[in-house]
């Protein structure tokens, strides 16, 4: 039981005939935005909130909180649900919690009341990306499943674009109110797709390994020196952007005197980057092979990141200085996650569940750790923020070697 699969080789994946578009993966791709839509859609409406309760910023910054705790919380034991219950109940019901804890926070009556509304809402929506995942395992060979990790990534690259840009003109004309109720129905028109063409995908397992499935598989897991790897390059990666997205726009507030709008329209120009990324995976893996790609992807983001430590002190903080790197960070990031994700759920496809919560919350965690470190740096110069991010592509690039090696014990362990 849990037999670790083999790496996949560069020359498997070479030789492979090209991979067709599946509807499947633009369902999957939905499924996986609503999470990150979930986050970022009422950004515009925190004055908003403000105003209506009377709150301060100190207090408000709880709604992002507890969306981003209740992510943490819930993706892990999805993907460990979802491998004993199978795929398709947590997905609905996990879609059914999000749509009627929106309705809930439409109608709130205090704050207090909506950040635990806002809770609830993240664990119903935690299951959408780690399940997607789950079942683009389950159901395609490897080289699909790749192709369709790149469009759930490239998906979950879009929803951050797109949800203020809906959110703010909903809020113009409905208030706050209205954001949650149009998310409320963004999700029911998911779970309506879900319901209708999501099949149940979970590996047949006997009863008896089914009731020690839980017991045994995180344990399987974390003793996998390649899933503990692609863990790594999956959460290190979101930590070289996540270390500038926390303190975005006080940088080019400080020092650009770029006000908000400028922000979203040049954080919405760099998030295309990333899609851009994401989009690429599967023709130069196709190409080049998996394996080739994801080493270039890690030497290159290494680079780039350290190139613009040494920009920012040759040249001081200006804007090429500081879009340039965040560009090329934003592109190979791109590439790295969908190839990350689907090492780490490739890995053993009876508890690829588990492997996709596991590895989905420890990158949000990664990531917000280095978020939170930057917002207590940011005060000495945005060079030490700079700093951060390229260390954050040295963790990543030591998470590659330990994949490295676990490939080579594995083949050894196999002669």
């Not at 409905?174 to 209708?196: F, M, N, P, S």
């Not at 990664?366 to 030490?384: D, P, R, T």
Request: glycine residues 10%; aromatic residues 12%.
């Amino acid at each position: 039981m849990n037999k670790e699969t083999a790496p996949l080789s560069d020359k498997h994946l070479e030789n492979a005939d090209r991979p067709r578009s599946n509807p499947l993966f633009y369902l999957l791709g939905a499924i996986s935005s609503l999470s990150p839509f979930g986050v970022v859609v009422i950004v515009p409406i925190i004055p908003l909130i403000g105003l209506a309760f009377d709150q301060g910023t100190e207090n408000l910054q709880y709604l992002a909180s507890a969306y981003l705790l209740g992510l943490a919380l819930g993706q892990p034991c999805a993907g460990i649900l979802s491998d004993k219950f199978g795929r398709r109940p947590l997905l609905l019901a996990g879609f059914l919690i999000f749509i009627l804890s929106s309705i809930g926070l439409a109608f709130s009556p205090n704050l207090s009341l909506m950040i635990i509304l806002r809770f609830i809402q993240a664990v119903g929506a935690s299951v959408g990306s780690v399940i997607a995942r789950a079942i683009a395992r389950d159901l395609f060979e490897q080289e699909e499943a790749i192709q369709a990790f790149s469009f759930m990534s490239a998906a979950m690259g879009i929803a951050p674009i797109i949800a203020p840009v809906i959110g703010g003109a909903v809020a113009h004309f409905y208030g706050h109110q209205g954001v949650y109720l149009v998310t409320a129905i963004v999700g029911a028109l998911v779970l309506h797709r879900a319901w209708k063409h999501v099949p149940e995908t979970r590996p047949n397992i006997e009863e008896g390994a089914l009731e020690q499935l839980d017991q045994r598989s995180i344990w399987t897991l974390l003793s996998s020196p390649r899933f503990l790897g692609y863990t790594g390059i999956f959460g290190f990666t979101q930590g070289t952007f996540f270390s500038f997205l926390g303190i975005g726009a006080a940088i080019f507030s400080d020092y650009f005197s770029i006000g908000a709008f400028g922000f979203g329209l040049i954080w919405g120009s760099l998030a295309i980057f990333y899609v851009l990324g994401s989009t690429r995976v599967n023709p130069l893996a196709k190409k080049f092979g998996r394996q080739k790609l994801t080493k270039f992807s890690v030497l290159a983001s290494l680079g780039i990141a350290w190139s613009g430590v040494l920009s920012l002190q040759l040249f001081d903080v200006n804007l090429l200085t500081v879009l340039l790197p965040l560009a090329g960070l934003m592109f190979f990031s791109g590439m790295l996650i969908p190839m990350a994700m689907f090492g780490a759920v490739d890995l053993f496809p009876e508890i690829s569940g588990t492997a996709s919560g596991i590895s989905s919350s420890c990158g949000l965690v990664a990531g917000g750790i280095f978020s939170i470190i930057s917002g207590n740096i940011y005060s000495n110069g945005y060079q030490y923020v700079a700093l951060l991010s390229a260390a954050a592509t040295i963790f990543t690039t030591l998470s590659w070697l330990i994949v490295q090696y676990g490939s080579k014990k594995y083949i050894n362990n196999q002669t």
